[in-house]
Nanobody, 120 residues
Framework: QVQLVESGGGLVQAGGSLRLSCAAS????????MGWYRQAPGKQRELVATITTGGITNYADSVKGRFTISRDNAKNTVDLEMNSLKPEDTAVYYC??????????????WGQGTQVTVSS
C-alpha cells in the first residue's frame, strides 16, 4: 500500500500563487509516476500534471506555463507550484501515485484532497 498526504491549498485571489505538497509513504519502490488531479463541482476529475521517477513531466493544456510540478525522489514528495491562478482553477486537488500492474495497466493511489479556491 501507498499512503499520500497533501498539504497546502486554501483561498487566494486571482493572479496569486499557491503551492501544494504531497508526501508519500509505504511501498514507494512500486511507484513510477506521481502527479496532481483536480475535480471542480459538477465536473469529472481531470489531470493537472504528472511527473515520472525520471523527471518527465506532463501538463494539462489549461495549466501549461502557469503550474510547475516537481518531485524529490529521496524525500518521496511531489509539489505543485501554481502561479497566475484563475477562478476556473478552483477545485479539490488530489495527489496521485501510480504503479504498473502485471497486465500492463496502472494502479492509482489517491490522497484525501485539498481545496483550492481562487476568488475573482
Amino acid at each position: 500500500q501507498v499512503q499520500l498526504v497533501e498539504s497546502g491549498g486554501g483561498l487566494v485571489q486571482a493572479g496569486g500563487s499557491l503551492r501544494l505538497s504531497c508526501a508519500a509513504s509505504g511501498r514507494i519502490f512500486s511507484i513510477n509516476v506521481m502527479g496532481w488531479y483536480r475535480q471542480a463541482p459538477g465536473k469529472q476529475r481531470e489531470l493537472v500534471a504528472t511527473i515520472t521517477t525520471g523527471g518527465i513531466t506532463n501538463y494539462a493544456d489549461s495549466v501549461k506555463g502557469r503550474f510547475t510540478i516537481s518531485r524529490d525522489n529521496a524525500k518521496n514528495t511531489v509539489d505543485l507550484e501554481m502561479n497566475s491562478l484563475k477562478p476556473e482553477d478552483t477545485a479539490v486537488y488530489y495527489c496521485n501515485a501510480g504503479r504498473p500492474t502485471y497486465d500492463g495497466g496502472t494502479f492509482h493511489y489517491w490522497g484525501q484532497g485539498t481545496q483550492v479556491t481562487v476568488s475573482s
